[in-house]
């Protein structure tokens, strides 16, 4: 493998504490860390989608070099984290980039490689297995997308519902509506107009999903151009589908 630039090589897979593993060897060092002049030597967790998105395994994990010489193993061990997490973003632990010098590898007083031929072994335990919860998506553009919406409340004085909603409309690739309480919500009830920016039918998908927006909120003084303005910013998701004020106007101000 040496002789022929052999980048990565994966050993068969073993089952260790209920899940699948393997050993993942570079021969000439793993180029994608820029290592060089060593061997690269990792434990990783067999199969993509061999864990749940939420579950986390923690393992204590040995690796070993046979001196078929002397009979006896060359030991390494992880010596910076007592027990190591696999989960599905990082299916890998971090290893031995430089699991050894590959001029002391390949020396062969030292008894590493006998015949052309080398053995590694491999010991993990596991220690527990748990959940993370919930995980969280942050999506962004780098151009933001600018909407205005009026929406023309018609017979103020005859407005009997305790709450009224705008006609759906887009804005940055999703719908939205305007929420009106005429009489008040919350501790703006009786007292106050209560205003808010929505979510439209919004159908998260797994993991959680939200969608930050900066937006102003305004009610038109058509007489005087007073006008009553609130602006917010809010991540909103299926938890959180509206954001706004409950004490936006008093319900006695003109409007």
């Known amino acids: 493998m040496t002789e022929n630039s052999v980048d990565g090589y994966e050993a068969e897979e073993f089952a260790a504490g209920g899940h699948k593993w393997k050993l993942v060897i570079y021969p000439n060092g ?5 290592v060089e002049g060593h061997v690269s030597l990792y434990l990783e967790l067999a199969g993509e989608y061999s864990l749940q998105g939420d579950w986390e395994i923690y393992v204590d994990f040995r690796l070993f070099l046979l001196d078929q010489k002397r009979g006896k193993y060359l030991v390494l061990e992880d010596a910076f984290a007592k027990e190591n997490c696999f989960h599905r973003e990082m ?6 980039d430089r699991f050894m010098p590959l001029e002391e590898f390949t020396n062969a007083s030292n008894g590493y490689v006998v015949d052309d031929t080398c053995v590694f072994s491999a010991e993990d335990f596991v220690c527990k297995e748990r959940t993370k919860g919930k995980r969280e998506r942050l999506l962004t553009t780098n151009n933001a997308v600018m909407h205005r919406q009026v929406w023309k409340v018609e017979n103020f004085s005859k407005l009997d519902d305790p709450f009224y909603k705008s006609e759906p409309f887009v804005a940055g690739n999703q719908k939205w509506e305007i929420q ?3 009489k008040g919500i919350a501790h703006g009830m009786g007292t106050h107009l209560s205003l808010y920016l929505a979510l439209f ?3 998260p998908t797994p993991p959680v999903f939200k969608i930050f927006a900066e937006f102003c909120l305004r009610i038109v003084d058509r007489k005087h151009a007073n006008h009553k303005t609130w602006s917010g910013k809010h991540c909103f998701s299926a938890t959180s589908s509206s954001w706004g004020l409950p004490k936006f106007i008093r319900a006695s101000s003109p409007v």
């Open 30 to 34: 793993n180029k994608k860390r820029n």
């Open 91 to 96: 299916l890998r632990l971090p290893g031995f």
């Open 180 to 182: 009106f309480y005429p």
């Open 201 to 203: 039918d919004f159908k």
